[in-house]
């Protein structure tokens, strides 16, 4: 670790001003990512913004057709939260599928999603379910809001404070595990909404996408049969040791199928 | 006395393991300690030509830069190899020099070039990223079969070709004649993939000089702190062996791992009498995986030659085997002496034909890994014996019952320079049949039929060489050390025992083992035991613990020196009673002189012999402390029969161990739960290789699987609920009759696991998957096989 300046904000507005909107101060919610970063030395902020104690910004609540989780809610109390595995317990699903019991007592939902990494999965869950991140500043559609691999559409300093799902009328998320890491090689969230059919895919291109040939294909047909009909082209899907990409494309399939099974 | 042998006793040691309050040598803090941190090639093959430490030396908190230039100016040594293997013609190995710190090249990722000495961790590390280092990159090669190509970039000059040797064993003749005879001849080219050993505390060592004395101290984290005192001392850092003292405290692990001497131990040792000051060094998980040494990577072509009833008569071996950048410590011996003397298995095949070829490449260096040469062995002869009887069309465990060795052919001598004392393979099979519901496996295949999944059924019955090694062999096969192993067995005045024990418990829970063998020998409460391992000042000697050695060996030594203990004290008693010693009898604690009711506790009698108030000088000596050396009479042959079922998702390739069963013949148990303890570890381990581990390596040798995001290791999901059970031949030559069970999991696993595997995708036209066969691997399988059908 290099060394860096602590701060423990008490509140948003303080974490946000601590930060300054500089690009060299980094938050900081439960570690899991930003502490083994800063140990490997593959980072050096000059001042680190602990938002892990902010009450404002833990804690879940439902109002409506609704589910509100504050950024600094770690994915345990998600996975635990009687309220989430009501109104949409793919989404409490997804939470006990993230790394271990350690993890997920620390790991936090706007750290996940602020990190963006291409494999997490609570993306599958901001595209899949249509979620709206909402920060200091703005509130930006989950549809927009990761950009690129490990890029997402929060400017230097920007923090989130909460992430709100609507209530589908039916969703579940399937992973298929890194055998190594945990993440996901690909992850499907299948939701079925008042709108129609929204199917979020994390972990097999550089960030999260909705595939909408599966969408269109269920839209028509809600059937296992009809998702796995679907063969999703491997442009642009990540390839490595452990999936290339066109067996990432025949997994997407593959899984949101399952879902769509497990949905019945 | 109650008996302990036998007996599920918790183990004592895990009391403080589990509460923290185990002592690693990372916990461990000497007096005005400094921090190590090692400047490592980032490339796998470079000139150096020049280091800069100035830049280093200018951070705060630096208080030494050595080079290898440094430790050559001061006449260190290289690593040693501690076993000498010649090769075809009488042609000697060929050893490349192996200075801890390179001097002018470096030869994998990983390579030491510097060490930067600094008052705290984060010091040094700065220390280490100023440090320059111009390199000039050269060419490399990470494989072992393209670096015997021609013109594969050299890894030392002094080896043309990259080929370390070239050994055979067998007759080649009688093989060649065997196979042109055959009626069915099978053949098998197979990888047994490299892997990491990831012990779960990673190396250390701190290093200490005291001028006083001109003594060193070198705490470490080895399986055998005295091996190292040796080889460091005598090759690399020419010190007295009396002025050095090598303590290896609780270890977490070692799987092999921990037996080599490594180039940090000797850096730091030396390194300490240079700055002036303690010398601490401890890995970071990244730096294991790049310099634990790793494990397994062959490259093999079997043919196994069999008559029309599927009767085995020849086997015929071609393996290349990567030995890394350097030769390890052990490195030589593993693909020849622990591999090739095991090809036999449990058969009676007459003839058997191998050849090995060890090649330096720029990678890690390879040396032994749990079970080290015995899983790579069993996993030719298991894969292609499974294979065969499908070629057969013969059931896979009835192919294997019509060639075991029978019980009543022991001592059965192999066409592989080993003689087995004894086995009953037979026996081992049938209940692994019986525990595993071999004859309704069909059903069970049917109903996974019906989810859509694919399900498979396989054998491995292993055999290993355990309880390393009688030294007249091991030394007339090219070993550098005697492989016996030493024991003390001291009362104290009270009645109290301590043994000193040369076998090093990490993980292997011989302080309770070894207490639980004491307590019943001496007749004394299991509680009045204290097992000493892991200290050059304090154990007279050891070889250390690998190569499932401990209980055979050590544990034999430790009897030895009992019967020492006993045969005094029936003279003390002798003496006390006023009777003759040869009419002294002893059993369960209490020394007793046949036709009297004469007799005496052990307990009694040690007092005595601490507070020898009228003993007669000239025939009795005080005190009740003996000592041993055992050295083995023969290999010991654990062996057994797995069987495992898989599950398959065609969809995604997905491969689920559903049931593993485990019937092992280990000899006499001592304590059947840490027994079979043992064997769960490495049946995981076996899994993980046979289904996760796997060390990826790019062409140009930058480790690819360098961090647990991208080297997968088995986790307890993975693993199902084992069926297990014993079967008992005990061991004919070693006093407790025990045989070793640290190594058979990892040993029998992987081509169970294959075998289930290949025998669920045969449905499918796929008949052979590479380690680990992860579930791309396994789709990529089944979907080539789709599309061809297309
Ligand atoms: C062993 C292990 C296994 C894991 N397995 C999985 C897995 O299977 N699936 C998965 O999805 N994830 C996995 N993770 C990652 C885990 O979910 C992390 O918790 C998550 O990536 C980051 O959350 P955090 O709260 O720890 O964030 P931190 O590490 O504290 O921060 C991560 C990044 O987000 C920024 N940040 C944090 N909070 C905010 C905020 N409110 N607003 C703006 N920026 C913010 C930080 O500045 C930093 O850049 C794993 C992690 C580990 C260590």
Known sequence: MYNFDYEKAASADDAVKAAGGSDDVMFLAGGMTLIPTLKLRLTQPEKVVDVGGIGDMKGISVSGDTVTIGAATTHADVAGSDDVKKA????????????????????????????????????????????????????????????????????????????????????????????????????????????????GVTGAGPSAFRASAIEDALGSDFSSDAAKGVTMSSDDLNNDLHATAEYRASCISTLAARAVKAIG | MAKHVGERMKRVEDGRFLTGRGTYTDDISKPGQTYAVFVRSPHAHAKIKSVNVDSALNVEGVVAVYTGADMAADGVGGLPCGWQVIGKGGTPMIEPAHPPLAVDTVRYVGDAVAVVIAETKNAAKDGAEALEVDYDVQPA????????????????????????????????????????????????????????????????????????????????????????????????LQIPEHKCRVVAPDVGGGFGSKIFHYAEEAVVTWASKKAGRPVKWTSDRSEAFLTDA???????????????????????????????????????????????????????????????????????????????????????????????????????????????????????????????????????????????????????????????????????????????????????????????????VRFAPTGTVSVFTGSHSHGQGHETTFAQL??????????????????????????????????????????????????????????????????????????????????LTIGEVAFQAYVPHNFPHDELEPGLDESAFYDPNNFTYPAGAYVCEVEVDPDTGECTVEKFTAVDDFGNLINPMIVEGQVHGGIAQGIGQALLEGCVYSDDGQLVTGSYMDYAMPRAEHIPDYNFDFTTTPCTHNPIGAKGCGEAGAIGTPAAVINALTDALRVAGVDNIEMPATPLKIWQALNANKQAAE
């Open chain 1, 88 to 199: 949409i317990p793919a989404l409490a699903k997804l939470a006990s599928l993230i790394g271990d019991q350690q993890v997920r007592n620390r790991g936090t939902i706007g750290g996940s999603i602020a990190n963006a990494d291409p494999a997490a999965d609570y993306p599958a869950a901001v595209v899949g379910l249509g979620a709206t991140v909402k920060t200091n500043k703005r509130e930006i559609a989950g549809d927009d809001f990761f950009t690129a691999m490990f890029e997402t559409a929060l400017e230097p300093g920007e923090l989130i404070t909460s992430v709100s799902f609507p209530v589908p009328e039916k969703a579940d998320y399937q992973k298929l595990a890194n055998p190594a890491s945990g993440y996901a090689m690909v992850g499907v969230m299948v939701a079925k909404t008042k709108d129609g059919v929204r199917v």
């Open chain 2, 141 to 236: 090669v990470a494989s072992a079969v393209k670096a015997m190509e021609s013109g594969a970039p050299q890894v030392h000059d002094e080896v043309p070709g990259n080929v370390c040797y070239d050994w055979e064993l067998g007759d080649k003749d009688a093989v060649d004649k065997a196979i042109n005879d055959a009626h069915h001849v099978t053949t098998f080219d197979l990888v047994n993939n490299r892997l990491i050993p990831n012990a779960i505390e990673p190396r250390a060592a701190i290093g200490e000089y005291d001028p006083a004395g001109d003594n060193y101290t070198l705490t470490t984290t080895s399986q055998n702190p005295h091996v190292i005192r040796l080889l460091m001392c005598a090759f690399v």
């Open chain 2, 518 to 599: 004491t307590a019943d020998r001496l007749g004394i409460p299991v509680e009045n035991v204290d097992i000493v391992h892991g200290d050059t000042d304090r154990i007279p000697f050891g070889m250390g613990t690998y190569g499932s050695r401990s209980l055979a060996v050590g544990g034999s030594a430790i009897v030895k020196a009992i019967d020492k203990i006993i045969v005094k004290g029936k003279k003390i008693a002798a003496h006390m009673m006023e009777e003759n010693a040869d009419d002294v009898e002893f059993d369960d604690g209490v020394f007793s002189v046949k036709g009297t009711n004469k007799s």
């Open chain 2, 294 to 488: 790793h494990g397994r990577d062959h490259v093999t072509k079997a043919q196994l030659a069999m008559d029309k009833d599927g009767k085995f008569t020849a086997l015929k071996v071609a393996t290349v085997a990567n030995m890394g950048a350097y030769l390890s410590t052990f490195a030589s011996s593993i693909p020849t002496y622990l591999y090739a003397t095991l090809l036999a298995g449990q058969y009676t095949t007459p003839v058997i034909y191998a050849e090995v070829k060890a090649v330096f490449t720029h990678t890690t260096p390879v040396d032994a890994y749990r079970g080290a040469g015995r899983p790579e062995a069993t996993y030719v002869i298991e894969r292609i014996v499974e294979i065969a009887a499908r070629e057969m069309g013969m059931d896979p465990a009835e192919i294997r019952r019509k060639n075991f060795i029978q019980p009543d052919q022991f001592p059965y001598e192999t066409p592989v320079a080993l003689t087995y004392d004894t086995g009953n393979y037979q026996a081992s099979l049938d209940r692994a049949l019986e525990l595993s519901d071999y004859a309704n496996f069909e059903k069970r295949r049917e109903e996974s039929a019906k989810n859509g999944k694919l399900r498979g059924v396989g054998l491995s019955c292993y055999i290993e060489a355990c309880g390393i090694a009688p030294s007249a062999v091991a030394g007339a096969l090219g070993a550098r050390a005697g492989l016996y192993e030493a024991a003390e």
